[in-house]
Nanobody
């Protein structure tokens, strides 16, 4: 079993930046893909970005350029640097880890972009 814990959410003004972190623990297979998703109120959960343990990344087109994903394999952590935040970025942000046929989720962290 794998446990994921997100941190770093909060309230930020439009145009501001925020960095989310996710720490994974438990039975982690070294080869895996970690990612960030978000779910706004009344909307479906959507992919933001993924990063493989090799370092290869994939970004959802609408968010490419403002958000940057990174990971530390030694610490089993994945970060999401978010810049130029907009009110429409308000959502619960979830960390995800996929290894083989298993997929794990964190509990989510709220990000609110408002003046």
């Amino acid at each position: 079993q794998v446990q994921l814990v997100e941190s770093g959410g909060g309230l930020v003004q439009p145009g501001g930046s925020l960095k989310l972190s996710c720490s994974a623990s438990g039975s982690i297979v070294s080869i895996n893909t970690m990612g960030w998703f978000r779910q706004a109120l009344g909307k479906q959960r959507e992919l933001i970005a993924r990063i493989h343990s090799s370092g290869r990344t994939f970004y959802a087109d609408p968010l490419k350029g403002r958000f940057t994903i990174s990971r530390d394999n030694a610490k089993n952590t994945v970060d999401l640097q978010m810049n130029s935040l907009k009110p429409e970025d308000t959502a619960v942000y979830y960390c995800n880890l996929v290894s083989g046929f298993s997929s794990y989720w964190g509990q989510g962290t709220q990000v609110t972009v408002s003046s």
